[in-house]
Every structure is written in structure tokens, then in C-alpha cells.
């Protein structure tokens, strides 16, 4: 069972930064893409940032220049660091991985989500 655990959501002024970890854990293969997602009420999740296996990156228009995602693929661990947030910010905060898998001598992937973190930029 592959788990992901987010954190480092919170409060914060309108031009704050926050940053996001997101820790992978259990029995993997390898990891994949990994990204961050968020997702208003009632309203679809979109991609913020994602990153791959190699470190190649791919932003959202809305966050360029302002959001940076990186990881540390020895701690199996996404950040994403949020510079020059705005109010239209706020929202829940999803963590995915795309996971390679091992098991009864196939490999195969799936696709794994956090529980989400909340990040509120006030004005």
C-alpha cells in the first residue's frame, strides 16, 4: 500500500509564501511523475505543477513565475514552493504520484493521491 503525506498548508498574507511537502511511503517500485493539484469546491481538479522522474517540470499558467516544484527522489518526497501568493490561491492542495509496482511477478502502475492540504491566502 502506497501512502502520501502532505504538509506545510496553512494561512498566510496576500505576496506570503508557503511551501508544500508531500512524503511517498510504502512498498514502491519506483516513482514516476509526481504533481500537485488543487481543486475548489465544486469545481474540478486542476494541475498546478508537475515534475518527472527526471526532473523535467510543467506549470499552470496562473502559478509561472511564482511556484516551483522540486523533489528529492532519495526521501521520495514532492515540494512545491509558493512565492507571491494571491487570494485566487486559496483552495485545497492535492499531492499525486504515479507509482511503479511490483508484484506476483508483474510490474505495473497506479496512480496515488494525498488527503489534501488546505493553503488560505488572505487579502
Known amino acids: 500500500q502506497v501512502q502520501l503525506v502532505e504538509s506545510g498548508g496553512g494561512l498566510v498574507q496576500a505576496g506570503g509564501s508557503l511551501r508544500l511537502s508531500c512524503a511517498a511511503s510504502?512498498?514502491?517500485?519506483?516513482?514516476?511523475?509526481m504533481g500537485w493539484y488543487r481543486q475548489a469546491s465544486g469545481k474540478q481538479r486542476d494541475l498546478v505543477a508537475s515534475?518527472?522522474?527526471?526532473?523535467?517540470?510543467n506549470y499552470a499558467d496562473s502559478v509561472k513565475g511564482r511556484f516551483t516544484i522540486s523533489r528529492d527522489n532519495a526521501k521520495n518526497t514532492v515540494y512545491l514552493q509558493m512565492n507571491s501568493l494571491k487570494p485566487e490561491d486559496t483552495t485545497v492542495y492535492f499531492c499525486?504520484?504515479?507509482?511503479?509496482?511490483?508484484?506476483?511477478?508483474?510490474?505495473?502502475?497506479?496512480?496515488?493521491w494525498g488527503q489534501g492540504t488546505q493553503v488560505t491566502v488572505s487579502s
Open positions: 515534475i518527472s522522474s527526471s526532473g523535467s517540470t
Open positions: 510504502g512498498s514502491m517500485f519506483r516513482i514516476n511523475a
Open positions: 499525486n504520484a504515479d507509482v511503479s509496482l511490483f508484484s506476483g511477478g508483474l510490474y505495473f502502475t497506479n496512480d496515488y
